[in-house]
């Protein structure tokens, strides 16, 4: 669900500006000689577990750092972007390695994710909004973002008013869990 949301949030100038200071800011602020407050509540439930390592520690300290950057960011639309970036640079850092990169290199890789992603969520708002301007019914939009779950879609009473859908962007699998994807029919639609 956290992926879906932030892959389909529209972006205003100020909050690319904004994310865009937080991505320079976020260079300094990811230092290794400074304290991060450690989530004793994620080391409790085991998410840490392979991030204490001597070659692992660096990453999760940045990661700590990270997160505790994000309060100079506005708004929660911005902090979601900000947190895919930090996931986006923390798998590129640690899945599949047989060498952790550097700090350097991850503050480096960090602004190169935030530029894709920003880059994306431009995409993202320029065909929402296009799609929006081709409407033939002006008191309908075209374009319906919910973030929600699935599971009862057929039921949504928001998509009532909608022409059939013809994109249903979902969260990528997560280890450990097993998602049967299915074809769904909304009552009285098509199939999409």
Request: include cysteine; hydrophobic fraction near 40%; charge should be positive.
């Amino acid at each position: 669900m956290f992926l879906v949301r932030a892959k389909t949030t529209i972006l205003t100038g100020s909050d690319i500006k904004k994310l865009r200071a937080w991505g320079e800011f976020a260079q300094d602020a990811l230092n290794l000689r400074q304290p991060a407050k450690r989530a004793k509540e994620w080391i409790d439930l085991g998410y840490q577990t392979n991030l204490t390592g001597k070659t692992t520690w660096p990453t999760r300290k940045l990661l700590e750092l990270g997160l505790e950057s994000i309060a100079v960011l506005a708004n929660q639309k911005q902090e979601r972007i900000a947190r895919s970036v930090l996931l986006k640079t923390a798998q590129w850092a640690l899945d599949c390695r047989t060498e952790i990169p550097s700090a350097w290199e991850f503050r480096q890789q960090l602004l190169a994710h935030l530029d894709e992603v920003i880059t994306g969520a431009l995409e993202f708002r320029a065909a929402a909004l296009a799609t929006d301007l081709k409407r033939p019914r002006k008191d309908v939009r075209h374009t319906l973002v919910l973030n929600r779950t699935v599971e009862g879609l057929e039921d949504e009473p928001k998509l009532a008013p909608y022409l059939p859908p013809r994109l249903v962007l979902t969260s990528p699998p997560y280890p450990g869990v097993h998602v049967l994807y299915h074809r769904w029919q909304i009552k009285g639609r098509r199939e999409t």
